[in-house]
C-alpha cells in the first residue's frame, strides 16, 4: 500500500475501470497497473447499520469481514442483506485465526473444520437470500399470467421446480478456489488467498497452478510418488491439501516462536528469505517475532487489496437491475417512468466523462467537520519573502521593547524604588496588548468560521462533477412526471426562470474534496465512478439526495436501513437561556446522523428519537460538545406503545373455565364496565355502539374487532402501497386525473387484495374486504375502517359510489368527516393517548334521513322566503335584493348548495358545524366501541442475541426472566464453548440491559438488540378479582403487580393525563404531640 500524491490520485480518478469503491484511500500497484480504492469503513454496531447502508450505496463491492471463533453473528446476516439490496459484489476476509490456535488450541485439522463450517454457515445465508430473490420474481411472473392468461394451466400446476434449477449462482457463493475469501489474522500483520500457495507450490511440486486453486481448499490429498491429487480417504487418514500445505506451516512457524526454539525459527526464516532484525528477534513477546516474520511472508495487504482489485467490480460494471433499482422509488416500476427518465439508463451504465453525458451524484450522508479542517480554511505554508518580512517585524518589536524598558530606567534612578519597576511593567503590558492584538488579527477570521461546517458524502454516477456547476437537487417525493407535466419537453431556459416545481431546488457545486482518511484536498472536477466530498450543500440537503444535471432524473430510492429508530428521550437546555443554541444543535444532529429523527411534540417537547441506547449516547455527547455546546438535561426514555383490542379470553387468571365459577357478592367487573360508558350510548351484547350527534339530525352504530395477526402484519409490510392507493383516490376525488395506474402497480393491489381475503375468512367477516373505506391513522396504518352503510357505499379499491348523483358531493364531504373521525380515534387510543393497532372498526349505520328531512324543510321555507323576496322586489323594484336573489335562483345545484349551507349554517351556532360535530361523533363512537371489548397493550419488542460460554449461561437467564424477556432459542456452536441465546425483550426493560449483563457474567457475554415486532401484553390492564377462586389466589385487594397497568400508569402519568392510584396504601393516624403529654 502506496500514499501518493494529490496529483497522482487526480490522474487515477480519470481511469475509471481500475477505479474500486469498496475508505483512507490507498494506490495500490497491481501487477504493473495503478489502482484507485476507495475503501469506506463502517462501524460494527446493529445501533450504526445506518451508517453501513450509507457506505453501501457509494460502494461497487464490500469487504465482509467475519471473526473465525465466533462464526457468524446477528450483524454479519445484517450487512450481507443490506449488501444484497443494494446489488453489490461482496468478498469476505476471515479474520482471527490466530485465536485458533493460540487461545482454542486446535489443531491444523480442526481449524480446517472449523473454518469449513463457518464458510457453509455464510453461504447458507447468502443461499437463503438468493432463494427468496428467485421465487419472488416466480410469484411475480406467476401473477403477470394470472393477470394476462396466454400460458396453459397444466403446466402452471404441476411445476414443482420453483426455477431455482435454471438460474445461475455459480458466482454467487464464497468460495476459497475461486479467490474471494482472504484468511487473515490482522493483529498478526498476515493473511492469504489460495491463489499465493497455489503459485508456490505449482513451482515446488510440478503440478499446475490452475489444478492446485481448484484443490486446495476442498477434500483433496496428494500422493508424493505418483505426483497426483486425489479424494481424500478418511479411512487413510490422509490429510486434506489445505491442511497438509497451507495450515501447518503455519502452525508450526507459532509453535516455534511460542516455545521459542531459535534454531527452527532461524531455519523457517532462512527457508523462506526473510529478513528480521535484531530487535525483533530479540524481542521478549513472541507477538513482535510473529508480527515480524508472517506481515513479510504473507502481508495482509497485499492479499486483501489483490483480491479487491480482482473480484470486485470497477464503476463501468454496474448492473442494469441496480440501475433500474436506484430509479424507481416506493411502488414505481422501472417501465412506468417517462422515456425521457427510462433514456439515462444508458448514462447510468456508460458511466461516461464526455460534456454531453449528464451529471449524475448521488449525496447519501452529510457529515461534519470542524471548519479549520477545510482546504480554504487551512493555514498554507509561508514563503522565503513572508518568512523575512515577519523575522524582521519580530526584530523591530524587540528593539522598540528593549528602547522602551531601558529609556525611563536611565532617566528617573533616584526616585522612589517602585517607579523604575512599575513604568517598565506598564510599558511591557502595553507593549504586550499591542502583541497580543499583532498576532489575534491573524486568526480572527477563523475564529468566526470555528463553527461546525457540512461535507456532502457523495459519489458520481455519471458525467464529471466540476466546481462552479449548476446542479438540480432532487428531494425524495420528487416526480419527473411533474416537471414534465409543467415545462415543455425540449426546454431551453435557464434554470432561473425555471417554474417552481415541488421538491426541487438549484445550487452549485461550490467546493469539491477529495476525502483522504481525516484530511480533505480541495478538487476542481471530478470524473464519474469516484466517491467525493461536496462542500456548501447544508442548505440544500438534509440527509441524502439526488443532484443531477437533468431534472428528468426521478431521485433515488430511500437508503434502506436496519435498525429503526425506537429510543425516545426529551432533551432540554439545563439554563433556559440556551435554548437556541439547543434548538441550532439539534438541528445539525438531525443532518449529521442519517438515522436519528427530531421531533417537537404538541406538548412543546424537544424529542430525540434513536436506534437504541448506544445510539442514544454517541447522539448526547455529539449534541453537548459538538452541535450545542451546552448542558443539557434528558428525560428518561419515552417508551412507544400500541393499543389493541381481543377476543373474549376463554378462562380467567387462575384457569377456571370463565362462567362456571361462583360470583362473588361484589362484582367490580361490572361496575368498571359500567363506569366506561357514559348515559345516553346504547350498547348491544356483541358490542355495537349507537350514538347520535348532538343535534340529534345523524346517527352511527360502530362496531370494533381485533384483526387477525396476519393481517395486521400484511398492512404494515404495504403501508408504501397503501399511501399510493390513497393518493390516487384524492386524485380520483378531486377530478384531477394526473396519475395514471401503471400495470404492475395495479398488480401489486391485486395480490395485497388477494392477500387480504385470504386471510379474512369467515361469517363475520364475509365481503369486508370489499367494503374496506380507509386505513388508519394517517390513511396508511394497521387499523382499517370497513363501511356497511346501504346508503353509502365507498371503498378504497373502487371511490365512492352513492344512489343518488345530485347526491355525491354532500356525502362524500361528510363522508370525509366520519373517515376524519376514525383517523382521530386510531391515532390516540382510550388507555393512554397511545395510536390503535390491529383494529377493525366497522360502520353499521350510518342514519342521516333526519338530516335528510331538516335539509328538506328548509329548503321549503326557504323557496317560500324566496317567492315572498321576489314578490317584494317586483313591488318595490328596488336593486339590491334583485342582485341577492339573482344567483339563488340560478339553477338547482348552487341552491341546493346554498340549502345545505343554510341547514348547517342554522346549527352552526349551538353546537358547531354539521361536519365538526360528525367528527366527534364517530371518534366518540370508536373509542367507547373499544372500552366495551377486552382491550390490551401492546409493547415494541428487540430481538436479542447473545453470546455467553456456558458457565454464565445462569446468570444471563436471571438478567432476562427479570428484565420480562423471553428465550426463544439456544444452541451451542461447534467445536467451541459458545452458546447462541436469541431472546426476545420489552424495549421498555432494555435500557442498562446490556450494562447489567456485562456486568453479571464479568464482560464475557454481550447482547445484540434490534428492533423486531409489537406484541400483546397478556395480561388485562384493568383486570380485577371477579370470582372466589381469584379472590383467594390473588387477595381482596389483587395489588401483585401487574405489568400492564404499570406500564399504562407511566404514560399517562407522562402525559398529563388522569391516573387512579393511592398515594398512601397503608398508614395509621397521626397522634398530636398534646395527646402524649
Known amino acids: 500500500m502506496v500514499l501518493n500524491s494529490l496529483d497522482k490520485m487526480i490522474q487515477l480518478q480519470k481511469n475509471t475501470a481500475n477505479i474500486r469503491n469498496i475508505c483512507i484511500l490507498a494506490h495500490v500497484d497491481h501487477g504493473g497497473e495503478d489502482y484507485l480504492i476507495n475503501l469506506i469503513d463502517s462501524p460494527g454496531h446493529v445501533d450504526f447499520s445506518s451508517e453501513v447502508s450509507t457506505a453501501v450505496r457509494v460502494c461497487d463491492g464490500c469487504i465482509i469481514v467475519v471473526d473465525a471463533v465466533e462464526g457468524v453473528c446477528p450483524q454479519t446476516q445484517a450487512v450481507l442483506r443490506q449488501a444484497w439490496l443494494e446489488n453489490i459484489r461482496p468478498v469476505l476476509v476471515i479474520n482471527k485465526i490466530d485465536r485458533l490456535i493460540v487461545e482454542l488450541k486446535f489443531t491444523p485439522q480442526e481449524a480446517y473444520s472449523h473454518l ?213 422509488t416506493g411502488s414505481q416500476t422501472f417501465d412506468s417512468l417517462p422515456p425521457e427518465t427510462q433514456a439515462l439508463k444508458a448514462a447510468f451504465l456508460k458511466c461516461g466523462s464526455e460534456d454531453t453525458a449528464p451529471v449524475i451524484i448521488f449525496v447519501s450522508k452529510m457529515f461534519a467537520v470542524d471548519a479549520k479542517a477545510l482546504p480554504q480554511n487551512k493555514p498554507r505554508p509561508l514563503t522565503q519573502e513572508e518568512i523575512a518580512q515577519r523575522r524582521e517585524r519580530a526584530r523591530q518589536r524587540h528593539a522598540e521593547k528593549l528602547a522602551a524598558t531601558q529609556g525611563p530606567a536611565s532617566v528617573e534612578p533616584p526616585e522612589d524604588g517602585g517607579a523604575p519597576e512599575t513604568s517598565p511593567k506598564g510599558e511591557e503590558t502595553k507593549g504586550g496588548e499591542h502583541q497580543v492584538e499583532g498576532e489575534t488579527l491573524k486568526p480572527q477570521p477563523e475564529e468566526g468560521s470555528s463553527h461546525e461546517s457540512f461535507v456532502a458524502f457523495a459519489r458520481v454516477f455519471s458525467g464529471v462533477a466540476r466546481r462552479g456547476k449548476k446542479m438540480f437537487v432532487l428531494g425524495p417525493k420528487y416526480s419527473p412526471v411533474e416537471f414534465l407535466r409543467r415545462v415543455p419537453s425540449g426546454f431551453s431556459t435557464p434554470l432561473d426562470d425555471l417554474p417552481p416545481v415541488p421538491h426541487m431546488a438549484c445550487c452549485t457545486l461550490e467546493n469539491l474534496y477529495l476525502l483522504m482518511g481525516r484530511e480533505l484536498e480541495g478538487l476542481v472536477e471530478v470524473p464519474p465512478g469516484n466517491v467525493l466530498g461536496i462542500g456548501g450543500l447544508q442548505d440544500f440537503v438534509l440527509k441524502s439526495a439526488t443532484l443531477c444535471s437533468s431534472p428528468s432524473c426521478p431521485p433515488f430510492v430511500p437508503l434502506n436501513f436496519e435498525a429503526t429508530p425506537i429510543v425516545r428521550v426529551a432533551v432540554e437546555p439545563k439554563h433556559p437561556s440556551e435554548m437556541p443554541q439547543l434548538v441550532r444543535g439539534m ?195 394497521p387499523n382499517i375502517l370497513v363501511n356497511r352503510s346501504e346508503d353509502f357505499q365507498n371503498s378504497v379499491w373502487t371511490g365512492s359510489g352513492v344512489k343518488a348523483s345530485k347526491e355525491a358531493s354532500r356525502y362524500r364531504d361528510l363522508g370525509n368527516s366520519i373517515v376524519s373521525g376514525f383517523q382521530l380515534a386510531t391515532l390516540s387510543g382510550p388507555m393512554c393517548e397511545e395510536p390503535l393497532m390491529g383494529v377493525c372498526f366497522i360502520l353499521e349505520k350510518w342514519d342521516l334521513s333526519k338530516f335528510e328531512e331538516q335539509g328538506a324543510s328548509d329548503k321549503h321555507n326557504q323557496e317560500r322566503r324566496d317567492v315572498v323576496q321576489e314578490a317584494q322586489a317586483e313591488g318595490e323594484a328596488c336593486p339590491g335584493r334583485g342582485e341577492k336573489g339573482g344567483p339563488q335562483d340560478g339553477g338547482s345545484e348552487p341552491s341546493e348548495q346554498k340549502t345545505s349551507q343554510r341547514g348547517e349554517s342554522s346549527l352552526t351556532d349551538c353546537y358547531g358545524p354539521f361536519s365538526g360535530q360528525l367528527i366527534a361523533t364517530m371518534k366518540e363512537a370508536c373509542r367507547y366501541a373499544l372500552q366495551v371489548k377486552p382491550q390490551r397493550l401492546m409493547a415494541a419488542m428487540y430481538t436479542c442475541d447473545i453470546m455467553a460460554t456456558g458457565d454464565v449461561l445462569g446468570r444471563v437467564y436471571a438478567v432476562l426472566s427479570k428484565r420480562e424477556g423471553r428465550v426463544l432459542q439456544e444452541e451451542m456452536k461447534e467445536g467451541t464453548d459458545m452458546f447462541i441465546i436469541k431472546a426476545v425483550l420489552p424495549v421498555a426493560e432494555s435500557f442498562g440491559f446490556a450494562d447489567e449483563i456485562r456486568k453479571r457474567t464479568s464482560g464475557l457475554a454481550s447482547p445484540q438488540l434490534v428492533f423486531s415486532h409489537w406484541e400483546v401484553i397478556p395480561s388485562d390492564p384493568f383486570w380485577v378479582p371477579t370470582t372466589e377462586e381469584e379472590y383467594l389466589h390473588f387477595g381482596e385487594k389483587a395489588d401483585s403487580e401487574n405489568q400492564a397497568r404499570k406500564y399504562m400508569d407511566a404514560v399517562r402519568k407522562r402525559k398529563g393525563l388522569y391516573v387512579e392510584e393511592k398515594v398512601v396504601a397503608h398508614a395509621e393516624k397521626q397522634r398530636t404531640l398534646s395527646k402524649n403529654k
Request: aromatic share 6%; hydrophobic share 35%; proline share 4%.
Open 116 to 328: 469449513k463450517n463457518i464458510l457453509e454457515q455464510i453461504n447458507a445465508l447468502t443461499g437463503a437470500l438468493f432463494t427468496s430473490k428467485v421465487l419472488e420474481e416466480r410469484a411475480e411472473r406467476e401473477t403477470e399470467s394470472q393477470v394476462n392468461p396466454g400460458s396453459e394451466r397444466g403446466e402452471q400446476v404441476y411445476d414443482w421446480s420453483a426455477g431455482l434449477e435454471d438460474t445461475d449462482d455459480s458466482q454467487l457463493y464464497f468460495s476459497p478456489d475461486q479467490g474471494g475469501v482472504v484468511f487473515a489474522s490482522a493483529v498478526d500483520g498476515w493473511g492469504f488467498g489460495i491463489e499465493h500457495f497455489a503459485r508456490i507450490y505449482s513451482q515446488k511440486i510440478g503440478i499446475r497452478k490452475e489444478v492446485l486453486m481448484k484443490t486446495l481448499w476442498g477434500d483433496y490429498y496428494i500422493n508424493m510418488k505418483a505426483k497426483k491429487i486425489m479424494k481424500v480417504d478418511q479411512a487413510k487418514g490422509k490429510k486434506p491439501l489445505f491442511v497438509q500445505l497451507i495450515l501447518e506451516n503455519i502452525w508450526s512457524l507459532y509453535d516455534a516462536v511460542l516455545k521459542r526454539d531459535k534454531e527452527k525459527i532461524d531455519r523457517i526464516v532462512t527457508s523462506l528469505g526473510l529478513k528480521i532484525g535484531a530487535r525483533e528477534a530479540r524481542h521478549s513477546d513472541p507477538k513482535v517475532q510473529i508480527n515480524a516474520i508472517c506481515s513479510q511472508w504473507l502481508p495482509i495487504s497485499h492479499a486483501v487489496l489483490a483480491m479487491v482489485c480482482q473480484k470486485l467490480p470497477s464503476p463501468l460494471d454496474i448492473t442494469a437491475e441496480r440501475v433500474e433499482k436506484l430509479m424507481c
Open 587 to 781: 438541528k445539525l444532529l438531525n443532518q449529521a446522523d442519517p438515522c436519528v429523527q427530531i421531533l417537537i411534540q404538541e406538548t412543546g417537547e424537544h424529542v430525540l428519537v434513536t436506534a437504541g441506547e448506544v445510539h442514544l449516547q454517541r447522539c448526547l455527547d455529539d449534541l453537548r460538545e459538538r452541535f450545542a455546546k451546552i448542558q443539557i438535561s434528558v428525560s428518561e426514555p419515552i417508551i412507544p406503545f400500541r393499543e389493541t383490542i381481543t377476543k373474549p379470553p376463554k378462562v380467567d387468571m387462575v384457569n377456571e373455565e370463565i362462567g362456571k365459577q361462583q360470583k362473588v357478592a361484589v362484582i367490580h367487573q361490572t361496575k368498571e364496565d359500567q363506569s366506561k360508558i357514559p348515559e345516553g350510548i346504547q350498547v348491544d351484547a356483541d358490542g355495537l355502539i349507537t350514538l347520535t350527534t348532538p343535534n340529534k339530525l345523524a346517527v352511527l352504530s360502530v362496531r370494533a374487532m381485533p384483526l387477525p395477526e396476519e393481517v395486521t402484519r400484511i398492512l404494515e409490510e404495504n403501508s408504501d402501497l397503501i399511501r399510493s392507493m390513497e393518493q390516487l383516490t384524492s386524485s380520483l376525488n378531486e377530478g384531477r386525473n394526473t396519475q395514471t395506474i401503471h400495470q404492475k402497480t395495479q398488480e401489486k393491489i391485486c395480490e395485497f387484495k388477494r392477500k387480504l381475503e385470504q386471510h379474512l375468512t369467515g361469517r363475520k367477516w364475509r365481503n369486508v374486504v370489499d367494503q374496506i373505506w380507509s386505513f388508519g391513522p394517517r390513511k396508511c396504518g
